[in-house]
């Protein structure tokens, strides 16, 4: 059955379509979508709010063990809405970070499945993420720099943690997208499948976790988080203090409305 937040939950999330995230119970898996497919399900403040309320859900339910991440297709997620962004609107939440996500995950087990692009803002909440599957159609990139903008969304940060330092300069630097296959072989996706069966892999994958012991699950996540994460939570407040004056710069703005303009249907 799926559970779209209904109007009261919209309403608490602020402004706009109360179908641009959905959200689905199966069984012991929660499944969190994007759902603006027109723009490539890029992120608007409102979303992120629900999608924010979605992962406390997630972590709040005590029947729901592990989350599942995806966007409707063609693309996972284009990163926030530069045309919103141009108006002075921010994707992210305090101590959340993009898409309520990015500086907090859920304590719970979270799961990629990706299809189409991964980009930008997108490609961060991908590795914010514990696991990944994608399509082999999936892409993945930082391209901001290309606009006059950074990764200020934690990509920066996780992305040297997931592969090698020298290859995550690589792909911060020349914004240049790699596909599914090379992020396997990166070590960014665990699963590689057709396109159009990333969530039902997704929810495999989930299910097969679920069968363990809740916290043995949690308490291995945990673990293995720490590790991996480190000293995270410090490395984002000095990231964002360096960061916060490129974001709010008038070449950023600029940039944004220049992609704007350039889009195929002009600004929205």
């Given amino acids: 059955m799926t559970e779209e937040f209904g109007q009261d ?12 995230v959905l959200v689905e119970r199966r069984g012991p898996v929660l499944v969190i979508q994007l759902n603006r497919p027109r723009v490539r399900n890029a992120l ?3 979303m992120a709010e629900r999608l924010a309320a979605a992962f406390a859900e997630l972590d709040a339910r005590a029947e729901l063990r592990l ?3 995806t966007g409707t297709p063609p693309a ?14 921010r994707a992210s939440l305090p101590g959340r970070g993009f898409g309520g ?18 980009v930008g803002g997108g490609f961060e909440m991908v590795l914010a993420c514990d696991m990944v599957v ?10 901001e720099l290309r606009r006059g903008l950074v990764a200020a969304a934690g990509g920066l940060l996780r992305l040297p943690r997931a592969i090698a330092p020298a290859v995550a300069m690589e792909m ?11 992020a396997f072989a990166l070590g960014l996706v665990n699963r590689v499948v057709a396109p159009g069966t990333a969530l039902t892999a ?5 299910e097969k976790i679920a069968a363990h012991a809740d916290h043995a699950v949690l308490a291995s996540k945990g673990v293995l988080a720490r590790v991996r994460d480190g000293e995270l939570a410090d490395e984002y407040r000095s990231h964002r203090e360096l960061l916060a004056g490129i974001l709010d710069s008038p070449g950023a703005r600029a940039g944004a409305r220049e992609f704007v303009r350039e889009r195929p249907g002009g600004p929205r």
């Fill in 67 to 69: 989350g599942v991440l």
């Fill in 202 to 206: 997704a929810c495999e994958l989930a």
């Fill in 44 to 46: 608007t403040r409102a």
């Fill in 134 to 143: 994608a399509a082999d159609d999936a892409v993945f990139g930082l391209p």
């Fill in 76 to 89: 996972f997620c284009s990163g926030m809405d530069l045309g919103a962004f141009a108006r002075g609107e």
């Fill in 101 to 118: 996500l990015t500086e907090r995950p859920p304590s719970k087990p979270l799961i990629a499945a990706v299809e189409g692009a991964a």
């Fill in 9 to 20: 939950r919209a309403a608490e999330a602020g402004s706009g379509s109360g179908t641009d």
């Fill in 172 to 182: 911060a630097l020349t914004g240049e997208p790699i596909d599914a296959q090379r």
